[in-house]
């Protein structure tokens, strides 16, 4: 056991300093997600002094760009989109060191070019570095770059010692359960499992991340975590933005592939699971990978435990804005979803009969991610059967954004001679504690692969355990077409079919902020 496998759940911070010296190829360097997240990512650690001391940069791209102008667009994208100011002196320690390659990803010379490329920087550099390859590139090009990696000889750069090769792989991870085992294949047979980091970008989220914290560190609320006393559980991550220019990939995926296999899954999962043996990562995902495994297939058909619909023409933060059908690169003819809701249930000691409804969608109401866990009520009690007392069932909620924090909602008596009650809340808030400027996602992640920590990466095993659940619903849908498929006005909380999944066991959404 590595001495990160120990302790790696602050290892990030602790361990960067002895980072490895490393050069990082991004596959997809003229991307979208690289000149929104992960340049500004690399840009922040840089301000931060967290990037090892010998870095280099080399995109990879179709596109051919020379290396000034891949630093010129760099440097625009990280003033653009960095959460900090730009600086320049900063980014230029990154900046002198950053190349471009250009090239198909099937094509094998490239990968020749791209060699010969890190072996130039190891020859600045006066030491051999670790190369860490991101793909974030469309899913249909993973394959072409994994068998690339492995032909080429670059996958396996430094097996067995500490600057082996690392590879990140960017979502989604296969379309289904047989893609996703395909594409583990493919991974497999050229990388060893501890070199693979699947990435989720919500596991980077510091309130994710808090998740642990605030379950295993606060004793009080071991005993209250079980069937015994939580009614039910609800998972929202409600997006206020529609498809925007992201049509021809969103089509093909839709919510359910987009957000709820991965994000909400993993959020569920955190909530859910049992105390892990110790920080480690593989015993923080072998529990992750034994909740899953517990979720209980999802009836399907109607009346059954899933609820698909999409966005119809509506307000929106104070505008109008189309339905889905007419937004840019989606046909009339799509029957893709940009909303789900699920009713799991998970058959374990701890949460049998305890329903866990998640639901994620684009258009809605409002941004919002929360953990909401209601409490039971109780049957009798000192105050039951009179008007005077309001009286609201416990519930804590764990915001995961905006407006990151906790709530616990009590009941307290109102002052004043009129015996009479009313729910309370007592708020924790991030921003009041912590101040606001709080790393991204993708820092953390770029910097946990660069250290070598895997703890908020994805297990293969546990990818596949979240596909077996969804798969069967995947091609239920796929078969039914339109049927089934319900419809919601932009701005509102989404189709009536989801708050029915919530009735019939007379549970309602907490429409956030009520
Ligand atoms: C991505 C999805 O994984 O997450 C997007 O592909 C979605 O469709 C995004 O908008 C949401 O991320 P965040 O961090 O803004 O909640």
């Known amino acids: 056991m590595s001495d990160n496998d120990r302790h790696p759940f602050l290892a990030g911070l602790s361990k960067h300093r002895g980072a490895q010296p490393t050069c990082l190829v991004i596959f997809g360097a003229s991307g979208d997600l690289a000149a929104r997240k992960l340049l500004p990512a690399l840009y922040n650690l840089a301000v931060d002094s967290l990037l090892p001391s010998d870095f280099t940069l080399i995109g ?10 891949f630093r010129q667009t760099s440097s625009s994208d990280i003033e653009k989109f960095s959460r900090r100011e730009y600086r320049k002196d900063i980014w230029k320690r990154v900046c002198d060191h950053t ?20 072996a130039s920087a190891e020859k600045t550099a006066g030491r051999p570095l670790q190369v860490v390859f991101y793909i974030s590139t469309p899913p249909t090009v993973f394959e072409a770059i994994l068998e690339n990696l492995g032909k080429s000889g670059l996958a396996s750069r430094g097996l067995g010692t500490a600057l082996e090769s690392k590879v990140i792989i960017e979502k989604p991870f296969g379309r289904d359960l047989a893609s996703a085992v395909h594409l583990n294949t ?7 499992e501890p070199q693979i980091y699947r990435i989720d970008h919500y596991l980077g989220k510091e309130t994710v991340q808090d998740l642990l914290v605030q379950r295993f560190a606060n004793p009080i609320l071991e005993p209250l975590w079980n069937n015994r006393h939580v009614d039910h559980v609800q998972i929202t991550v409600a997006e206020e933005l ?18 709820l296999q991965n994000h909400t899954m993993q959020l569920l999962a955190l909530t859910a699971m049992d105390q892990p043996a110790s920080l480690s990562a593989e015993h923080i995902r072998d529990e992750k990978v034994k909740l899953l495994q517990s979720v209980q297939p999802l009836r399907l058909g109607s009346g059954g435990d899933a609820v698909r619909a999409y966005y119809t023409a509506g307000l929106s933060g104070g505008e109008t804005v189309v339905g889905y059908h007419q937004e840019k690169d989606i046909p009339a003819s799509s029957f893709t979803e940009t909303f789900c809701a699920l009713k799991l249930s998970i058959d374990n000691a701890r949460w049998s009969g305890v329903p866990f409804y998640m639901r994620s969608g684009k258009r809605l109401a409002r941004r919002v991610s ?7 009520q109780p049957v009798s009690g000192l105050f039951a059967g009179d008007s005077r ?7 804590l909620v764990i915001q995961i954004q905006p407006d990151e924090g906790m709530t616990l909602v009590l009941n307290s008596k109102v002052p004043g001679l009129e015996p009479r009650t009313q729910p309370v809340r007592l708020s924790f808030r991030y921003a009041t504690t912590y101040g606001s ?44 077409g339109k049927q089934s498929l319900e419809s919601y006005a932009a701005g509102s909380w989404g189709p009536s079919g989801a708050d029915e999944l919530l ?5 309602t959404w907490r429409n956030a902020g009520r």
């Open 370 to 376: 929360e953990i909401a866990v209601q409490f039971k």
């Open 242 to 259: 529609g498809v925007g220019s992201r049509g021809g990939y969103y089509d093909h995926s839709g919510a359910t592939r987009d957000m």
């Open 503 to 507: 009735a019939a066991q007379g549970h």
């Open 389 to 395: 007392y309001d009286i609201a069932p416990n519930r």
């Open 437 to 480: 400027n709080t790393p991204e996602a993708y820092e953390r992640l770029i910097l946990d692969a660069i250290v070598g920590d895997r703890t908020l990466f994805i297990r293969g095993d546990e990818t596949e355990a979240s596909w077996r659940l969804f798969t069967p619903l995947l091609q239920s849908w796929e078969k039914a």
């Open 186 to 192: 493919v991974a497999a047979r050229h990388f060893q």
């Open 60 to 69: 990879f791209g179709r596109k051919p760009i020379p290396d000034a102008e």
């Open 99 to 118: 190349y471009y390659q250009a090239g198909g990803y099937d094509e094998f010379a490239a990968y020749e070019g791209l060699k010969a490329k890190i």
